[in-house]
C-alpha cells in the first residue's frame, strides 16, 4: 500500500523520472539531420520518377502466349539441296493472322471484316475466341501476301501478323520421300527433315540459336534429274502396266550414296494432309517383301563365295525336290541338268535350292547375315522396316529362301547387298548425304571375295544378253541384272495372277558405278501382250531409267570397236 | 586572371557539350541508317530466297519435261540418244575443206611438179 503511494500511477512514475540528459544539441547539427532527412525524400521521389519514366518508355509486355507462339513459328530450317546445288526445300516468309482479343474493340466488325477476306474462315469459331478476353489467339495461319495485304488494309485494331517462315518443297513429289515433311510449326515429321531435328536442329531451336538466322544449307546425295527421271518412268511403267504400286532406286555402287529413291503412289511435302495417307507410305525403306527370284543372287554369290559350288559346277533340275510336304518346282523348267550360269540365267528354282544345299543352310544364314539381311537396316530416313524372317531356319525354309521366298526385306537393302557383290566384294551402309572416299573406306566391309565379285558381274551381263533381262539392255552401258517375279501371298496362300516383279541391276557392268533396282507391284499384262513377268515391266523400266540418267550421271557408253556408228557433219 | 580562366573553362564546357550532342546526334543518325541498312540487307536476303526457290520451281525437271512435251510440236526436241555421246578425242579430225583456188592448176603447172632443191 505504501509502496503504491508513493510511486502513483505508472505515467506518474515516468514523468517523475528524470529525464536523461543530453548536451545541448548545436545548430548545425540540426540542419544537417534536416538535409539528411530531405535528401533521402528526394532520393524516394527520384526512384518513384524515374520508374515511371522507365514504365512509360517500355513497351506493354506481351502476353506469354504470343511469345511462345513468336518462338515457335520464328524457326527456320536449313535449306535442302541435291548434290548440285537445285534446292529440294526452303524456307519462305508467310504471314499468319492472330489476335489480341483483348484489344479488339468491336467483334462483329471484326469477325465481319476478317469473313470478308478469309470466306473460308470459321466466324464462330473466330467470335468465340475473339470474346474469350485473351491475351493471344491464332486466327489463320500462313496467309498469302494478297490475303495479308486485304487485312491489312481493313485496319482493324487488335488484328496482327507474325511474320512465319513456311517450309516449301520447289520439286513436290518428285523427291517427297527422301526430303520428307515438316508440320506447320516448321518441325519435321519424316524425310530427312525429321533426321536433320532429331540431329542437331531441335536442339539448336530449343537453346534459341536458330531463331532467325540464315542457317548453312544441307547437301543430300540425291541427283534431282536422276531422281525426277526415276519418278518419272516409275510413273509410265505403272501407267503402262496398271500396276498399284512402283519403287525405284539408283544407288551409287562405290559409296553407297543413294542417288534417286522413289516410291509410288507417293505425295506433295507441300500438302500435309497427304503425307501420313498410308499408301503413301516409303515402301522403298519401309515396306518389306518377298523380293522372288532377284534373291538367286545371293544364293549364287554364297555358293560361290564359300568355295563349295564353282562356276563350272551343273546340277540336276529334272526332277522338283519335295521337302517338308511341299514341292518345289521351276516356272518355266528346262528338265534337265542345269550349270551354274543357266541356273542364273534361266532363273531355276530346284537349281538354286540345290546350291543352298551343296553350301549348307547355317552357311546360308551366316552369309545373308553378313549382307545385312536378317536386321533392320540402318539409314538416315527415320522409315526403316524390319526384316520379316521365318520363325525356324529349317531345311524347307532355307530353300524358300535361296530363291527369295519365306523372307521379306526391304528393296533398299537388297540394292545395297547387290552393291557389295558388283562392287569388289565390299558392303557399304546406304546413305543420304555426300561420302568422302576417305568415309567409304573407313566403313567398307569385305562380305565376299574379288573373284566372286567378278563371277557375279558376269552372271549379271550374262542374264542381260541372254537371259530373262534382255529388255533392260542400253547398248553402250553394258547393263546386266536379275529378275524376280514373286507371285503375293493372299491370305497365306501364293496366288498366281498377282505378282510382285523387279528387276536388280547394275551397269556399266565391266566396272559398276550404281545400281539400279526397280520393283512394280501387280502389274497387268500389257495390251497386245501375254504375260507379266519382271522380264517384261520391271527390266525395260530398268532399262529406260538407264539410258535417260547415265548421261546425266556422267557415265560414258562405251561401244566395242565397229560396233558404234558414228554420224558427223561437218 | 582567375576570372580569364573561369570565362575560358565556361566556354570550353559549352563547346564540348556542343561537340558531345553533336556527335551523339551523328552516332544516332549513322545507328538509325545502319539499322535501316541492317533492314534493306534482310529484305534483299529474304527476296533471294523467294527468288531462288521460285528459280527453282520454274526449272523442276518435271516442268519442263511437261513444257517441252507440250510444245513439243514447235520445238522439234528429240531425247539424247546413246549414241549421240561421244568424247572430244573420238572425233574423227576435221577433213582440210580448202578446194585450189582458180582452177586445179592454178599455178601454170610450173611450182610444186618439181623437188626443190636447196
Known sequence: MAITHDTGSILQVRRAKPRPVHGSVSSSAVKSRVYLAMMAFAFVYLMIGGRLVLLAEMDETQSPALMSAQDSVAASRPDLLDRNGEILATDIKTASLYAEPRRVQDVDETVEGLTSVLPDLDAAMVRRRLESRAGFAWLKRELTPDQANQIHNLGLPGIKFLPENKRFYPGGPTAGHIVGSVNVDNQGLTGIEKYIDDEWLADLQKFGFASDRPMEPVRLSVDLRVQHVVRDELVKAMERYQAIAAIGIVLDAKTGEVVAMSSLPDYDPNDRSEALDKNRLNRATGGVYEMGSVFKTFTAAMALDSGKVSINDSFDASRPIRAGGRTINDFHGKNRILSVPEIFIYSSNIGTAKMMLATGIDKQQEFLGRLGFLERPHTELPENAAP??????????????????????????????????????????????????????????????????????????????????????????????????????????????????????????????????????????????????????????????????????????????????????? | MGRYLNILFVLAVVIGAAAVYDMKLAAKKSASRVAELQQQIDEERESIRMLKAEWSALNQPERLQHLVERYNSYLQLQPLEVDQIISPEDLPVRPVQLKPVGGSDPMGGYAGTSQVIR
Open chain 1, 388 to 570: 520379316l524372317l521365318p520363325p525356324k531356319w529349317s531345311e524347307l525354309a532355307a530353300m524358300t529362301i535361296s530363291f527369295g521366298h519365306g523372307i521379306s526385306v526391304t528393296p533398299m537393302q537388297t540394292a545395297v547387298a547387290a552393291a557389295a557383290l558388283v562392287n569388289g566384294g565390299t558392303l557399304l551402309p546406304p546413305t543420304f548425304f555426300p561420302r568422302s572416299s576417305d568415309k567409304v573406306k573407313a566403313l567398307g566391309k569385305r562380305v565376299v571375295s574379288e573373284e566372286t565379285s567378278r563371277i557375279m558381274r558376269y552372271l549379271f551381263r550374262l542374264n542381260v544378253l541372254s537371259g530373262s533381262g534382255r529388255n533392260a539392255d542400253v547398248p553402250g552401258y553394258t547393263v546386266g541384272g536379275k529378275t524376280g517375279t514373286a507371285e503375293k501371298v493372299e491370305n497365306g496362300v501364293y496366288v498366281s495372277n498377282k505378282r510382285r516383279n523387279s528387276f536388280l541391276s547394275a551397269f556399266p557392268m565391266d566396272d559398276p558405278r550404281y545400281v539400279v533396282l526397280v520393283v512394280v507391284d501387280e502389274p497387268k499384262p500389257e495390251k497386245g501382250k501375254y504375260g507379266a513377268t519382271a522380264g517384261l515391266n520391271a527390266a525395260p523400266t530398268v532399262g529406260a531409267i538407264i539410258r535417260r540418267a547415265a548421261p546425266m550421271l556422267g557415265v560414258m557408253p562405251r561401244f566395242s570397236d565397229g560396233e558404234q556408228p558414228i554420224e558427223i557433219n561437218y
